[in-house]
């Protein structure tokens, strides 16, 4: 994997957004592959997506790419609020590539974030345009990624380092089976996930009971919320992303 761009594609190009457009657009095509399958290379949409920018010949998973120069931040701008979360809430929403670059046009992170970590409540409607904008009354949205597990960010490149493809398709399937959950379980395990996430490697079920308030904030029509917490600890152990040790303790597999 070449983590250079090819700058003299982008040679005839003024704007700098332009540039970086088809640029990093041109790298993923020449140089990614698809993370579930490991096929390649990927394929640009010709006529454009509302979402979508790639999509796998192979197992068809699409994908949408967002570039950004220097740091990965934690708040990610992306397009229209309604057809973001119209795709989120759809079958066919896409996975997501994020891609940072140094000055010098090298690829510092590529990582994606599969589709079946996106719930509406990460993304965040911004304000409409004014009534002085071409678009008045539009409304965009940012991605919040600080709601995403740490195992649903899934690095192809991490400091210009290139992980090994089986590692990637390995880490991008084991999360698959939350594609199987209605949207409301999905949320409770990934809620639940995030709560995991800030604590040790091993971890006791009264940890987790500790954040019964803050999951109820976000689940208010449950009253039975340590109920919830045992069952989502019993997906996360069934599916292999925590060990339960015995005696209320668990340890985290990833």
């Known amino acids: ?7 003299p594609l982008a040679a005839n190009y003024q704007s700098e957004p332009q540039r970086i457009r088809v640029l990093s657009e041109d790298w993923v095509a020449n140089q990614s592959y698809c993370p579930n399958c490991s096929a390649e290379p990927l394929v640009e949409f010709t006529n454009g997506k509302p979402v979508a920018d790639f ?14 120069k220097a740091k990965l931040s934690n708040i990610i701008n992306d397009g229209a609020y309604d ?4 795709r989120i809430n759809s079958d066919n929403n896409p996975s997501f590539f994020f891609l940072t670059y140094s000055q010098e046009y090298r690829v510092n992170n590529f990582l994606i974030i599969p589709k079946q970590f ?8 911004r304000k409409p345009l004014s009534v ?7 409304v965009g949205c940012n991605i919040d990624l600080r ?27 084991k999360t698959l089976f939350l594609r199987e959950q209605s949207i ?7 809620d639940v996930w995030q709560c995991i996430d800030r604590l040790d490697a091993n971890f006791s079920l009264n940890q987790v009971y500790a954040f019964a308030d803050e999951l109820k904030l976000k689940h208010l029509e449950n009253n039975h919320i340590k109920d919830k917490i045992r069952q989502q600890l019993q997906v996360l152990r069934d599916k292999g992303i925590i060990e339960f ?3 209320g303790q668990y340890r985290k597999l990833y």
Not at 184 to 190: E, P, Y
């Open 55 to 68: 999509y796998c010949s192979n197992c068809h998973e699409e994908y949408e790419l967002k570039s950004k």
């Open 1 to 7: 994997m070449n983590l250079h761009f090819n700058q």
């Open 184 to 190: 409301t379980s999905r949320g409770w395990t990934l």
């Open 245 to 247: 040790m015995g005696r």
């Open 83 to 86: 057809t973001m979360i119209e």
């Open 118 to 125: 996106f719930q509406p409540h990460m993304i965040i409607k």
């Open 147 to 173: 709601k995403v597990p740490e195992s649903g960010k899934v690095f192809l490149v991490k400091d210009q380092q290139v992980i090994p493809r089986d590692n990637v398709t390995e880490q991008f399937q």
């Open 132 to 138: 002085t904008a071409k678009r008045d009354g539009w």
